[in-house]
Every structure is written in C-alpha cells, then in structure tokens.
C-alpha cells in the first residue's frame, strides 16, 4: 500500500508541475487574459482528477479487493501460488480438510520470507522525493520566483479566491505626445511591463480619415517592439495593443519649420595627423578620427530662434547669425548627430539622423627594400640599408637600429616628411668598431686575425696559458675594427604619434676579406659538405635569436596572436633548445680538447676557445628566455652567435689549409676536426 500511494503521489505532484509551467507560460504571452486563466484551471482539475484516479485510487481499490495477492506471489515465487489458491478457496467457502493444511504450509514459508523484505526501500524512496521536488518546485516559483512567474502560479491557482494575484499590466510607449515638422519621421518604441507578449500592434487615426489603422511592430532583442511613421503629413493619434492589453492614447501634432537647406562640414584635424582644415559643402556623415573637432554650419530657408545638435544624446546650443546657425562638436567615438529646434517649448527634429564614423588610427607599416635579407660582407665593404615606410596620418621617427657581436645598441635616425619615406644609409663596415684588447696582433690564418699576447701554442706543456689567452678579453678593452666571424644585427623601427613598429631582426656576417673559402674550393674536394656542417650550428643559433625576437615584436605590437600561455610555451621551447645548442657547442669543444687538437695547433685553440665562450653565452640567455625576459635575453644571443661564426671563421681557414695539402701535426688535426663535424 505505501509503494502504491507513494507512485500516485509523485505522479500527481509532477503533472501538477509540468500543467502549471505550461499554463503559467501561456499566460504571460496573453497577459494573463481571464479566458485563458479560466480553461487553465479547468482542464488543471479535470487533469489531476484523472491522475488521482488512474494512478492513486483505483489501484488502492484493487489492492483492497485483491489484498495485494498476485504482487505477493510475483515478489516471493517461493509461495508457488499457495496464497492464491487460499484465498480461491476462502471465497468459495469451501470446508476442505486440506484448507488447514495449506493455511500452516504457507505461514511456515511467510515467516521465512517476509515480505517486507521482497519491497526494496529505493522503490518508495524514490517516489517520494520526486513527489518532494516536484511540490518545492511548485511552492519556491509561487513565493520566490521571477517576476511573472511567481505572479503568474498565485494566480492559476489562488487568482479564484485571492484579489491582487497578477503583477500591474500596462506598455510604456515613448515618446508618447510629440511634435514633428511636417514630412518628418517618427520612431516610437512599446516596453510591455508584467507581462511578456509575442507581438505588438500599433493603431493609428490620422486627420482626415474616417478608420483607425494598424500594422506590426517589429520586436527587437529583449523585450522592445519599435515602429517607424515616415513622413508624417497631417496630425495623428496612435496607441500600441498586444495580447489584450492596450496603451494610453497619444496625439502627434504636426508642425511647419524652417527648412534645412544645407549642411557644411569644416574639419580641424589634430595636429598630430600633419592635414590640412578640410571642408566638405554640402556635407553629411562625419568621418574623422579622433580628437578632430568639426564646425557645422546649418543654413536654413528662415532664422531659427534656438537651435541645438543632438550628439549621441548630449545637446548642444548652436550660435544663430541669420540663417545660419552653428556648432562644434569633437570625434571621440561613433554615433550620430541631428540638428533640433524648439516648439512650444518642445524640441523638434529639423533633419534626419547623420552618421559619426571614427576613422582609426592604424599602426605604420616599414619594410627592408635592401638588402631585405641576411647579408655577408667583408670588413671594408659598404653595406646600403633602403628602407620604405608608410603611415595613415603621418610618420613621427624612423630610426635604423644596429648592435655590433650583442653589444649596446646603436641608432641612427632618417629624416621623416609625411606618411611616406624612402629613404636610405650606408653602413661603413670598415669604420665600425668592436671591443678587442689591446696588444700585438696574430695573424692564425688568412682572413682571420687575433689581437692579444703572443703565446706558444706549438709547446705541449703551455694549455694552461693558451686557455688563458682569450679569458683577457673583457679587460682593457679598446675599439678595432671589424674581423671575419664578427655580426651586426640590425633592424628599422617606425613610429606615430602612439605606435610603433619594427622590421624583422636581419644580420650582416663579416667574411674574409680574400674568400679563402671560396678559394678552397678550387684547391682541393671535400670542403662542401664540411662547410654545410660547420655552418650547421650558428644557423641553429640564429634561428633562436630570430624567433626570440618575432616573439618581443609581438609582445609591443599587442598582438593577439599569442595569450599568455602560449607566450611561455614558447619561450619555454626556446630555452630548452638553446640548453641542448649550449651541450652541443660544448661537447664539441671538448671533444677537440681530448683528442689533444689544441696543443698542436693555434688556429685549433681559438676555435675551441670559441665554442666554450658560445656555449657560456647561450646558458644565460636560457635562463632568461625561460624567466620571459626576452628582451635580456637577445645580447647574450647576440653574442653566442658572434663567437660561433667566429668559431666558424677559423675552422673555415683549417679547412683551406688542410685542402691546400698541409702536412705534418697540422694537416692531421685538420682533419681530425672534420671529423668531429659528422
């Protein structure tokens, strides 16, 4: 009996959910119209009834006629129909003398199987708390639900008995009672207000006819209908109805104005943007960019007595002389604008609405003409850098930016005239210095020199003073001129009044001055396919610095190419590659070492005094590649490549004299090297 109650229950309690819901949301699309309300409560009573009556009544009838017989049997099959025919028996009023015996057989077998226990509790628990939710549901939207909502459950089922039950209905219309020039266009908007209706009509009686109109409103998003009257000739009366519930009556009256006979426009560009005062006669919608200021002249047939420009909402009072009255207003966003005079001290349109378009201020744009990608040249070469560069407005600087082996950065500045430059400078490589020590210089090859103290890297006993001969470097520095395996990084950056951009990060290699690789081409086979690996590593390192450096133009062009996760993943894979680049340079190094190379020639231990300095300078740019400094992260870059084409240099000069036919200690360490590239 509980698990029949507790099915009809939750049964009952949900259609009397799911019948509310529907009902409640057909009301608020009719206003909660008295018909509608009506039938709602009808078919909800004869509804439930037929619930009550299908799911809780008649099967409590049942189980009283049937005591439940045939659900005992199918949840306890261990009775084997003994209760069936005990009861088949009772009713017949049969005097069997195996009717005592089958009473005792199946109680002995209830006692071992009670039936409580064939009745899983889930199976009325669960009943139960839907019947539970279902009426909570129904009690929360009754006392806190949204607005019609909570108005429109009172009222379905306490409306009949209870005054008070539905929220005020009305529709708000704007701009209610107006005053138009005559030809002019009227746009009125209706808000319903307690209820939420489908559609909305508008009814209109003009002067001189004999009927009131209609037409649709359109509904925008939300809960707004909007609707247009153009060109309104004559006085009218209109009010919106939707779903049985009409609005206040308004009157629209209209008047004759001066007539708008020209517009013009004169621009006072800010001064940043290098333009001109511009006047637009006749003019219309406004384009400028921000900041401009824009003086309207408004010529009419007569002299208005006031005058305002409606901007984006804000008025503004315009000056009269004659005919023509004036304003300034100042771009600072889009919108739109219109001119309005007074009647009966009511504001009247006197033109339609004119658009204000900002025209944005876009980021110049620069671009390397020449050589407009990676470049070699020997120290004594000049290098022409042509650039090209354009701004919407106006260019405020454009500058060439150089650094010479990862040192402090250099500029030299264009002279910029308007939004258009081309222009050019000559980078004298023989003029430009780099930071060497002071001291004899060491000719270790052709094309490539040493400047510091002379040391005796022929004596085997002398590493230790051979590996000190370049940790002297960064003292007593003074300026030289450029050497083979020395770099020049270089890029151009433009900028306006608030932006700026750069160019790709492009290198100028120093080479030999006499192509003594070029020349070992012709000595000897071979060298190729060395050169394609001893260039392997610097272009590696290069590719690292490029990427570093896409990934700071970037981060000050605002880009929205990367978010903030992808910027350190990026910088993240950067740094990793450049730890294993840094084991790489240093495992050659001292492979060289231990196979002893240096000690037999001095060319060998520049070359691997080199690499360990490359790899010194790639662990710290890691370490800030992966701290997102990347801007700190570019000299030590920088420099790790300098050290690696100059490690690259010397090799190069090897080669040449191992393909020319050295002999002896010299031309087997050349060769030796060469084999620590494969």
Aim: no cysteine; charged share 25%.
């Amino acid at each position: 009996m509980k698990l029949v109650v507790a099915r009809g229950v939750a049964v009952l309690a949900l259609a009397a959910l799911l019948l509310t819901l529907a009902a409640v949301y057909l009301g608020i699309r009719q206003a909660f119209a008295s018909e509608l309300v009506i039938g709602a409560r009808i078919i909800l009573v004869l509804v439930l009834g037929l619930v009550a009556s299908v799911s809780l009544i008649y099967p409590l009838r049942v189980l009283r006629r049937t005591q439940g017989v045939r659900d005992i049997e199918k949840r306890a099959p261990g009775f084997d129909g003994r209760i069936e025919t005990y009861q088949g028996l009772t009713r017949t009023g049969s005097n069997s003398p195996f009717l005592g015996l089958l009473a005792e057989d199946t109680l002995r077998l209830a006692r071992a199987l009670p039936i409580s226990l064939r009745v899983p509790k889930w199976e009325i628990s669960i009943p139960t708390a839907l019947a539970a939710v279902a009426v909570m549901i129904l009690v929360g939207l009754a006392a806190f639900g949204p607005g019609n909502w909570r108005y429109g459950v009172r009222h379905l089922w306490a409306g009949w008995a209870l005054t008070d039950t539905l929220p005020p209905q009305r529709i708000v219309v704007a701009p209610g009672d107006k005053a138009v020039r005559r030809g002019g266009d009227l746009a009125i908007s209706a808000v319903a207000e307690g209820f939420d209706p489908v559609a909305a009509d508008v009814f209109a009686f003009f002067d001189g006819s004999d009927a009131w109109e209609s037409a649709p409103m359109e509904r925008l998003d939300g809960e707004e209908f909007d609707f247009v009257f153009f060109g309104i000739r004559q006085p009218l009366r209109y009010y919106v109805v939707a779903a049985g519930v009409r609005s206040a009556e308004y009157a629209v009256n209209v008047v004759d104005l001066p007539l708008v006979r020209n517009i013009k426009l004169t621009y006072h560009y800010p001064n940043w943007t290098q333009l001109e005062q511009e006047v637009e006669d006749p003019g219309s919608d406004i384009r400028a960019m921000e900041g401009t200021d824009v003086l309207l002249d408004i010529t009419t047939d007569q002299s208005l007595g006031e005058a305002e420009l409606i901007v984006n909402g804000q008025a503004l009072t315009m000056s009269i002389d004659g005919n023509v009255s004036s304003a300034t207003l100042q771009v600072s966003q889009d919108g739109e604008y219109f001119v309005s005079t007074f009647f009966d001290g009511d504001p009247v349109r006197l033109t339609d609405d004119y658009l204000i378009t900002l025209i944005p201020d876009n980021k110049p744009v620069v671009s390397l003409v020449k050589p407009a990608r990676d470049w070699r040249a020997s120290s004594i070469e000049e290098v022409t850098v042509r650039v090209e560069a354009r701004d919407d407005f106006g260019l405020d600087s454009l500058k060439l930016h150089y650094s010479v082996n990862g040192g402090e950065l250099q500029e030299r500045l264009f002279d910029v005239d308007g939004s258009y430059m081309l222009a050019e400078e000559i980078l004298y490589l023989e003029e430009i210095g780099t930071l060497v020590p002071p001291g004899p210089v060491i000719n270790v090859g052709r094309g490539f020199s040493f400047s510091g103290p002379t040391i005796d890297f022929l004596q085997g006993n002398n590493t230790d003073e051979a590996d000190d001969s370049l940790e002297a470097v960064a003292e007593n520095q003074e300026t030289s001129g450029l050497q083979a395996g020395d770099l020049i990084s270089y890029y151009v950056e433009a900028k306006d009044r608030d932006q700026s951009v750069r160019t790709d990060l492009f290198f100028v290699e120093v080479q030999p001055f006499d192509r003594s690789f070029s020349q070992s081409m012709q000595g000897g086979g071979g060298g190729g396919s060395d050169g394609q690996r001893q260039d392997e590593i610097s272009q590696r390192q290069k590719e690292i610095l490029v990427a570093t450096w896409n990934l700071i133009r970037e981060q000050a062009e605002d880009s929205t190419f990367l978010d903030d996760q992808q910027l350190r993943d990026n910088a993240a894979m950067l740094s990793g590659l450049q730890r294993t680049l840094a084991e790489q340079a240093q495992t050659l190094a001292s492979r060289t070492r231990a196979r002893q190379l240096t000690r037999v020639d001095n060319q060998i231990q520049i070359f691997v005094q080199n690499l360990e300095r490359a790899a010194e300078a790639m662990i710290p740019a890691a370490d800030r590649l992966a701290d997102l400094q990347l801007e700190e992260a570019v000299p030590s870059e920088q420099s790790a490549l300098q050290h690696l084409l100059r490690a690259e240099a010397v090799f190069t000069d090897i080669q040449v004299a191992f393909n020319q036919g050295g002999g002896g200690r010299g031309g087997f360490a050349g060769r030796d090297l060469s084999e620590l590239f494969e």
